[in-house]
């Protein structure tokens, strides 16, 4: 899927937002015709779907009265379910409040100035302690893209994701797959046995999708959520940010 906001040249990228909705849409409010990116963790779907179609109705005006779009990628604190291309929530923003979108997986977005690849989800590392459907979902974790999509997606400038590839701080692995730089992942995985390998895993596949990319056409930043910090790095030629919670970044 490919959505064309070409007219838009101003692009923001938001971190994590979990609890502070409102303070980012006060922050949206400063800005007009603007384009903005969240990297997840809207918590869409923990509550109920009423609740949430409130929420979004409330914030609708404030960003069609600036001419401001604000598109949402999946994080592992969101329900899978409603950001699949023909959900009842993807329909009902369309109809109600069509100034925000909720991006499926491996979705393009055309701006003026970038071609944009969104890959969502995330293992949650606190699983065990916490209540399935509620607090984390079945497939919340990165998905793997069909055999087409490396065919469909030959000129991407941006990747921006929920979690990150395995070569982007923060670097919590070693080659043992034993971690070095998380006390708190440490901490759980004495309790979870499975979650190191999955989290492995899954920065492994972003790593081989940037690779892939990357060989096509230069990637020119990586922006990502999830880790809670805000981290600058720089790896080949592209130039990979780390977002902290309700973080705005703009890029020009």
Known sequence: MTLDFSTYKNLIFIGDIHHKLNDVVKQMSNYFNTLFISTGDCNIGVKSFETDTDMFENIEYSLASHNNMFLIIRGNHDNPKYFKK??????????????????????????????????????????????????????????????????????????????????????????????????????????????????????????GIYEKLNNKHHIQYLIYGHYHKHIESQYNKTKCISLEIGELKQIN
Request: glycine share 2%.
């Open 86 to 207: 023909n959900s009842s929530m993807r329909s009902f923003l369309e109809n109600n409040a069509p100034h925000i979108i909720l991006v499926p997986d491996y979705s393009a977005i055309k701006t003026a100035n970038y071609n944009i690849l969104c890959v969502g989800g995330a293992r949650s590392i606190d699983r065990v302690f916490n209540v399935k459907n509620l607090d984390w979902f079945q497939n919340e974790n990165i998905q793997k893209p069909d055999d087409n999509f490396f065919n469909q997606n030959d000129n991407i400038d941006i990747i921006v994701s929920h979690s990150a590839p395995l070569f982007t701080q923060p670097l919590e692995f070693s080659d043992e797959l034993k971690f070095y730089n998380s006390f708190i992942v440490n901490s759980y995985a004495l309790y979870d046995k499975t979650m190191k390998n999955d989290i492995y895993k899954e920065r492994l596949l972003l790593k």
